[in-house]
Antibody, heavy 122, light 112 residues
């Protein structure tokens, strides 16, 4: 079955770089149509899409955060990594990774990780 | 970026009654292939979001037929018929026509 799990530090200091890893199973990111996104949710607030990486290594980013984000994949390890530079307390949030599949007919984010809470504080 | 606007933001519902959530986009989400690139998600308390509806009206696997999505272009509706206690949570629409993907603000459904 398909599973995704986020991992990374629970606490980072302001100005530091955050590195999060999404480790997945049950599908291959080398398969045509497979895509993995990162989404975050500040406490008590709405969901915010951050970035996406596709099976062919195409990458897409949030407009407001694109200068701070880098997404990459290691298909052999079934991992997707997100780095966010210059962290600020407003970046405190639960960070999720989620799978989407489809070419043309996109099937929605059908599987999500459990999320990992990242707190930015000195 | 496409702007997504949901209403209402809070929705108290009596069990057994129906409920509707509106989602409007600042640009048409209808693609040339005839599909509307609009998804609906439910985030139950303390859980990760779960997919309810994709491409405007297609129910995701395992989603009860009490949930239905409709609309086209810029105006969409999620309808929940015969609301049950397990339906409480925050409902989000999201456009997936083009990146950056954008979520609506969320609609909190609560049981009266």
């Amino acid at each position: 079955q398909v599973t995704l799990k986020e991992s990374g530090p629970a606490l980072v200091k302001p100005t530091q770089t955050l590195t999060l890893t999404c480790t997945f199973s049950g599908f291959s990111l080398s398969t045509t149509g497979m895509r993995v996104s990162w989404i975050r949710q500040p406490p008590g607030k709405a969901l915010e899409w951050l970035a996406r990486i596709d099976w062919d290594d195409e990458k897409f980013y949030s407009t407001s955060l694109r200068t701070r984000l880098t997404i990459s994949k290691d298909s052999s390890k079934n991992q997707v990594v997100l780095t966010m530079t210059n962290m600020d307390p407003v970046d405190t949030a639960t960070y999720y990774c989620a799978r989407m599949k489809g070419v043309g007919r996109l099937g929605g984010f059908d599987f999500w990780g459990q999320g990992t809470l990242v707190t930015v504080s000195s | 970026d496409i702007v997504m606007t949901q209403s209402p933001l809070s929705l108290p519902v009596t069990p057994g009654e129906s409920a509707s959530i509106s989602c409007k986009s600042s640009q048409s989400l209808l693609f040339s292939n005839g599909y509307n690139y609009l998804d609906w998600y439910l985030q139950k308390p303390g859980q990760s979001p779960q997919l309810l509806i994709y491409l405007g009206s297609s129910r995701a696997s395992g989603v009860p037929d009490r949930f239905s999505g409709s609309g086209s272009g810029t105006d969409f509706t999620l309808k929940i018929s015969r609301v049950e206690a397990e339906d409480v949570g925050v409902y989000y629409c999201m456009q997936v026509l083009r990146t950056p993907y954008i979520f609506g603000q969320g609609t909190k459904l609560e049981i009266k």
